[in-house]
């Protein structure tokens, strides 16, 4: 089975700068896909961004990009030019697409975004 | 059109007793999932229907949980017997295909088992 480890369960960040959120995974698998979810406290789960596993160039969308590294495992967030509306609990989230359609999720990072 | 939508938002019950959540998909989307979230912790799936059918209910901790899709759009999740540790945010998401689609959440609703 697949894991997804988030080993910063807090960070913080001044407003206008940049952030960076750790994800590691475990999987034998070569093909998957990763999420960035986040979580305000309206409960929603709102996508931040999406990579698939075949593909080398890492995404982006405005300010936020990841570092996505297949072997090393690692699915990191970067999030630039911070805003207060950033502030939120942010889920990395694994799915594979053979053993169903499953999202498996990491523990959470509770980012503070400080004026 | 409308997200995912999700009823009640909040609801108070006592040990021993029944609950059904809610959920109404974006419309036109075939897949639709449960997941559970307790505090403090991400999301944990208990299960998914690809049309009425369940196409995997492995998530579902044991047997006071079901769910249905009827007519392949709203889906129930009830919960019987309900206890202390049943208390928890339940999340619906549904996505268009199920190969690697984006899933798009509701708001949840906030299971208190008194």
């Known amino acids: 089975a697949q894991t997804v480890t988030q080993s910063q369960p807090e960070m913080s960040v001044q407003e206008a700068e940049t952030v960076t959120l750790s994800c590691t995974y475990d999987?034998?698998?070569?093909?998957?896909?990763l999420f960035w979810y986040k979580q305000p406290p309206s409960r929603q789960m709102i996508l931040v961004i999406r990579?698939?596993?075949?593909?080398?160039q890492n995404a982006t969308e405005n300010r936020f990009s990841v570092n996505f590294q297949k072997a090393a495992k690692s699915f990191s967030l970067k999030i630039s030019d911070s805003q207060l509306g950033d502030a939120a609990m942010y889920f990395c989230a694994y799915r594979s697409p053979y053993s169903g359609s499953r999202l498996t999720f990491g523990e959470g990072t509770q980012l503070t975004v400080n004026p | 059109g409308a997200g995912v939508s999700q009823t009640p938002s909040n609801k108070v019950t006592e040990k021993g007793k029944y609950v059904e959540l809610r959920c109404d998909p974006i419309?036109?989307?075939?897949?639709l999932y449960w997941y559970r979230q307790s505090l403090g912790q991400g999301p944990e799936f208990l299960i998914y229907f690809q049309g009425t059918g369940a196409a995997d209910d492995s998530g579902l901790p044991n047997d006071r949980f079901f769910a249905v899709r009827p007519e392949g759009s709203v889906s129930t999740l009830k919960i019987q017997r309900t206890e202390r540790g049943d208390s928890a945010v339940y999340l619906c998401?549904?996505?268009?295909?199920?190969?690697?689609?984006?899933?798009?959440f509701g708001p949840g609703t906030r299971l208190l088992v008194l």
């Open positions: 998401a549904s996505s268009f295909g199920t190969s690697g689609e984006t899933q798009y």
């Open positions: 990579q698939e596993a075949y593909k080398q």
């Open positions: 999987t034998s698998e070569s093909d998957y896909y």
């Open positions: 419309s036109g989307h075939t897949a």
